[in-house]
C-alpha cells in the first residue's frame, strides 16, 4: 500500500502536469475554437467558448460564456482563389511541404557528411572550420537579404523554389554540421575499424555502419531544420512574390482584406499548417527520444 505522503507527492506531480498541459495546449485549444466559429463570433467582444448545435436563446445580456454555432465555414474558405492571385490556401501549402521537405533532407545528409569528415579525419584548423560555419547564423539573416535578392535577380532564382530550397539549406546547414557532429563523435571508431578490416570501403562503412547508429541524431536535426524552414518568413516574403509563395506569407496577405482578418479561416488554415510538422514528429518520435539523450548514458 503507498504511503499518504507519496501519495500526496504524487497527486500533486500530476496536478502540476494537468496545469502545465493545460497551459501549453491553450493556444491550440483557441485555434480549435476559432476555426469552427463564424467571423461575428470570433470577433465578438464576448468570449463564446461553449459550441452547441440546433439554436439557442441570445444571452449577450448575460455574464457567463456565451454559446456558439459551429460552423466549417472557415475550412472552407481554404478551398477560395485568393482575389489577388487567383490560387487557394492550398496552393500555398504545397509551395511549404515542397520547399520545406527537400531543404531539409537536402541539409541533414549534407551536413551528416561535412559532419563526418570532421569527426573521422585530421582537418588542418578544424576548429576554425567549425566556428567559421557556426558563424554564419550570427548574423540576423534580414541583414544580408539584399545582397541576396541582387544575387538571386543575376542568377533568376526569384519566385522559384530551387531559390528557396538553396537558401534554407544554406542557413540551416551550419545548425545540421554542428549537431550531426556531437552525435557522430559519440559511435565508438572501432566500428567503422573493423567494418574496413572485413573488407568494407570507407563510403560502404558510412552506410552500413554510421548512418544507421546515426539515425537518431539526423531525426533530431531534420526536426529543427524543417521547423526553420517551414515558419520562415522574411526570405519567403521578400525574394517572392507569386512563383513559390509560402503560407506564412499567404497568412500575412490576409490582413490587406477589405472585409477585415478572416479569423475563421486564418485559424483553420494554422491548424492545417501545423498538422505535417506534429505528423512528421510523431513518425521520428522514437528516435527523437533517444537523439535529445544520446551520448548521456556511457555503456
Known amino acids: 500500500m503507498m504511503p499518504t ?18 497551459a501549453a495546449t491553450l493556444p491550440l485549444s483557441w485555434l480549435v475554437m476559432t476555426s469552427v466559429k463564424s467571423k461575428e463570433d470570433s470577433i ?18 448575460s455574464g457567463r460564456a456565451l454559446v ?15 482575389t489577388a492571385t487567383g490560387r487557394s490556401f492550398f496552393h500555398y501549402l504545397g509551395n511549404s511541404i515542397v520547399i520545406g521537405l527537400i531543404s531539409t533532407v537536402a541539409t541533414v545528409f549534407i551536413g551528416t557528411g561535412c559532419a563526418y569528415g570532421f569527426s573521422r579525419y585530421s582537418i588542418p584548423g ?15 539573416p534580414l541583414a544580408i537579404v539584399v545582397p541576396v535578392l541582387m544575387m538571386y535577380r543575376e542568377f533568376d532564382l526569384q519566385n522559384t523554389h530551387l531559390g528557396l530550397i538553396l537558401l534554407y539549406t544554406s542557413f540551416n546547414l551550419s545548425l545540421a554540421v554542428w549537431l550531426m557532429k556531437g552525435f557522430i563523435d559519440e559511435i565508438p571508431l572501432a566500428y567503422e575499424e573493423a567494418a ?40 519567403a516574403m521578400t525574394l517572392n512574390n507569386q512563383g513559390a509563395v509560402t503560407v506564412p506569407v499567404y497568412f500575412a496577405g490576409l490582413q490587406g482584406n477589405v472585409h477585415g482578418l478572416p479569423w475563421p479561416q ?7 499548417f501545423v498538422g505535417p510538422i506534429i505528423l512528421f514528429t510523431v513518425l521520428v518520435r522514437r528516435h527523437l527520444l533517444r537523439g535529445v539523450t544520446f551520448g548521456t548514458i556511457k555503456q
Request: proline share 7%; glycine share 10%; net charge neutral.
Open 266 to 272: 486564418i485559424a483553420a488554415g494554422a491548424l492545417i
Open 68 to 82: 456558439f454555432h459551429p460552423t466549417v465555414a472557415g475550412y472552407a474558405s481554404l478551398g477560395d482563389p485568393d
Open 196 to 235: 574496413l578490416v572485413d573488407g568494407y570501403t570507407r563510403m560502404h562503412a558510412f552506410a552500413s555502419i554510421i548512418l544507421p547508429r546515426a539515425a537518431p541524431g539526423m531525426a533530431v536535426t531534420a526536426v529543427f531544420c524543417l521547423i526553420s524552414a517551414w515558419n520562415e518568413y522574411g526570405f
Open 5 to 22: 505522503g507519496a501519495k500526496i507527492v504524487r497527486f500533486v506531480g500530476w496536478l502540476f502536469v494537468g496545469a502545465y498541459l493545460g
Open 44 to 61: 465578438s467582444l464576448r468570449p463564446k467558448l461553449i459550441p452547441i448545435t440546433g439554436t439557442e436563446p441570445d444571452r449577450e445580456s
Open 126 to 140: 578544424s576548429k576554425d572550420w567549425l566556428f567559421f560555419i557556426l558563424s554564419t547564423r550570427f548574423l540576423p
